[in-house]
């Protein structure tokens, strides 16, 4: 197989970057965003600067949690309307992905009519420390109640712009998801089969950043270096997924969430030491290379690793250890999820996980039954 990495995107960071914005090129902005973001004063910065650019702009506020297919066709609309050269995203990955839906089913739109569309410059600017959808051609985008991943060279931001003072008024909850989210993308990327020398390097730096600095952030939302660190982290953590792909640990946290609510930070959390113990086959030979490589994180973390075993379990236990130290629930059912409506829909769950576009590169084949053995050992 031919390996290949690559990176679309054009990163910026340390805080205040937003103000290049007063470099982009181009005629008109459309700006998606939500109400948060505008009521914290980002938005309307985002159109002054863009002003001063010369780009006058087009917003759309109606972003969701989980954009779904309303959603965007609504933004859509706007988006033809506005006959914009730029799209500026800014916001959380719900608003990323928004913006990926449009520049996706534009795209196909003008395909299937027969006509070429010219990308508009697409520049994303995160406010949680999260999906690194800044940088990934990833987006999740939920119809009629399921979470659909969709993965696309097109949608792929030219421009990440990495202000940490945009972040600086997360939720603690929010922080906590986000930055779990950042290192169950650097451990699936890690044991990925599509894995590489280049995505074991960010992935590593990625979950070493993660483990030294999210209790910190935890406790003191105020610490600007440990905020940089982590958002340093999300778009780390998004160039090795991007590049290497993920596993089932989201197939099935898409699945969960989109059944129950669940954040999607929230719903990796809670599957990831199961997903572990799973791919590293804790249960029987554990001397496989799966195993190596959680043994191999702890040894990057200087976690106790003389033989693949205790490496293996000692990073597991500090996964554990992390999410106890930031409020994270023991299982499932600690969410109020009653175990009957769990049972009614494990099997549903399992088939769409199975089908989901991270199962692929999982590295270890999994099949229905034990994807529904996973949801019962979390729940």
Known sequence: MENKF?????????????????????????????????????LQKTKDYLKNAGLDSVVFTGVRPDPDVQVIADAMKLYAESNADVIVAIGGGSTIDTAKGILYFAWNLANSAGQKMKKPLFIAIPSTSGTGSEVTDFTVITSKGEKVCIVDDFIAPDVAILDSTCIQHVPQRVMVDTGLDVLVHGIEAYVSTNATDFTDALAEKAVKLVFENIERLYKDAGD??????????SCMAGMAFTNAGLGINHSLAHALGGAFHISHGRSNALLLNEVMKYNGNLCGNINNPIAERYAKLASVLQLPARTVREGAVSFMQAVTDLKKSLGVEDNIRALGIEQNKFEETIEHMA??????????????EASKEELVSIYRNCY
Do not use: W
């Open 351 to 364: 088939e769409t996980a199975m089908g989901d576009r991270c199962t692929p590169t999982n590295p270890r």
């Open 224 to 233: 600007s270096e440990a905020r940089n660190h982590i958002q340093n982290a």
């Open 6 to 42: 690559g990176l679309k995107s054009k990163i910026y960071f340390n805080e205040q970057s937003l103000q290049l914005l007063e470099k982009v090129k181009g005629s008109r902005a459309f700006i998606v965003s939500d109400s948060v973001i505008e009521k914290l004063g980002y």
